[in-house]
């Protein structure tokens, strides 16, 4: 009657050592494995975005570098006050775009001489109103205050050109 009692008492789902075996092997082994796969194929290769067309393209403007150094020839020719006025400053102040003063315009100009060169040069250089800053872009400082010595002594000022940095150490 024990032997009957004992088979009796056991009735699990598992009932021999070979079902204990294949269930550890399903419980264990087998989703160590699916991880495993899951793993390697999210890190293996770069995939598309949704909707993405040109990924080549998009991958490039996010790589996309910040800023960029660009060497000039520091012995170039300065270029004049009239070179600098036609390439950069003409486009707004030939025809007083966004409240700029006009070239030669005596009574726009006026006050803005009143405050002197270094108050031109640092409106020029920093912008002031609508005008954006101009240092720092295709002409060098000097060439810049140039052209604002240019366009004030164009209305009636007597602003002297500046001279390039070496030739003004040289003068001293």
Request: aromatic share 6%.
């Amino acid at each position: 009657m024990s032997d009957n009692s004992h088979e009796e008492a056991h009735t699990g789902p598992i009932k021999t050592p070979k079902q204990l075996v294949w269930a550890s092997i399903f419980a264990f082994v087998v989703p160590v494995f699916i991880i495993i796969g899951l793993v390697s194929y999210v890190t293996s290769a770069n995939k598309p975005a949704a909707g993405a067309v040109n990924t080549e393209k998009a991958v490039a403007e996010r790589l996309q570098k910040i800023g960029s150094v660009e060497i000039r020839d520091a012995n170039r020719p300065l270029k004049s006050g009239e070179e600098v006025f036609k390439a950069q400053c003409a486009a707004c102040h030939a025809t007083g775009a966004a409240g700029a003063p006009k070239f030669q315009d005596v009574a726009a100009w006026a006050p803005r001489i009143k405050t002197g060169l270094d108050a031109l040069l640092n409106s020029a250089l920093k912008g002031k109103g609508a005008m954006a800053p101009q240092g720092g872009g295709d002409h060098s400082d000097v060439e810049i205050a140039r052209a604002a010595v240019y366009m004030a002594n164009a209305a009636g000022a007597k602003f002297e050109e500046p001279k390039a940095p070496a030739a003004a150490a040289e003068a001293k």
